[in-house]
């Protein structure tokens, strides 16, 4: 019952949200390097993301969920929230540098990780368990702002964001309800992301933007180190894991030998210059982040 009042809780908010972004212009601007089939989205509005985050952040704490998950997702949702006014202020669809951003990532991370202290323990899948001592806060900062910036990255077209993190989180929720563990605030951010994904589909009416794309992935990395399977991200996430690396591939190999890889990066750009539907890619990719997952779902 919860997850429904949620549910219809955020789908009103959506609604008004909307129609108030679209008055005062609150909309997205599209960068001049994505693909030219991106046009007709500028001024669609964004920071949708502070909606859903918000009522579910607001649910998590009446039911006394962790703190370091709550703080997590909220911390990155304001720095998220941050980006998003930047850029429409300056009227520019970079917002903040990518270099002042990653450093408050890194701080961000690092202080989240010394205030609530976690086990300095990880679990390597195939393997066991492992305590790297203090290397394992170094390790930890780097697990949450890739994770953060994965599915920021990810974030490029109707849904898929907000699809592959329904099928990453429903994979981790089943995955820690097998190891004896219901973590009711994945269900939360589930049905949240649900009520989003309405408005979200193509063709979108409302986008997350960095709001929602950052606190998701803080919410998520924050959960693998809550329950020590950081590196069981790269199977839940795998879809994340892949768009980063095709940015990494692409800036590399243009730099290196002035040659591209991908039409376009991240993949999910290459496939839709391709002649691919973004619901043909959503559609798929979705599916293969869930089949991913099944690899550790024994």
């Known amino acids: 019952m919860m997850y429904l009042i949620e549910f219809l809780i955020i789908l009103f908010l959506l609604w008004v949200y909307i129609r108030y972004a679209s008055r005062k212009g609150i909309g997205q601007l599209i960068k001049k390097d994505g693909p030219d089939l991106h046009g007709y989205k500028e001024g669609t509005p964004t920071m949708g993301g502070v909606i859903f985050i918000s009522v579910a952040a607001v649910f998590m704490v009446a039911i006394k969920v962790d703190p370091f998950l709550i703080a997590s997702m909220v911390v990155f949702m304001m720095l998220g929230l941050w980006d998003d006014m930047t850029s429409i202020i300056k009227k520019d669809a970079y917002g903040m540098k990518a270099r002042h951003k990653f450093a408050l990532q890194i701080v961000i991370s690092a202080a989240l990780l010394w205030l609530f202290s976690p086990e300095t323990v990880t679990f390597i899948p195939f393997y066991g368990k492992v305590n790297p001592g203090f290397w394992y806060y170094v390790f930890a900062v780097f ?20 699809f592959v993190s329904v099928s990453s989180l429903l994979s981790m929720y089943i995955f820690l309800l097998l190891k004896g ?10 049905f949240a992301i649900f009520a989003f994904l309405i408005f979200n589909s193509k063709p979108a009416k409302v986008f997350m933007g960095d709001t929602g794309s950052l606190a998701i992935g803080g919410f998520i990395s924050a959960l693998a180190i809550k329950y020590h399977f950081e590196f069981y991200l790269i199977f839940f996430g795998f879809i994340f894991v892949i768009e980063t690396l095709s940015v990494i591939i692409q800036v590399a190999s243009y730099k290196i030998r002035e040659k591209r890889v991908f039409k376009m990066a991240p993949i999910h750009h290459h496939f839709e210059l391709s002649g691919w539907q973004e619901s043909k890619i959503v559609f798929v990719f979705t599916v293969l982040n869930f089949v991913s997952s099944l690899i550790v779902l024994r």
């Open 181 to 190: 563990h219901e973590e009711n605030s994945i269900m939360i951010l589930l």
């Open 143 to 162: 697990v949450m702002v890739g994770t953060v910036n994965a599915v920021n990255i990810t974030d490029g077209l109707d849904g898929l964001a907000g």
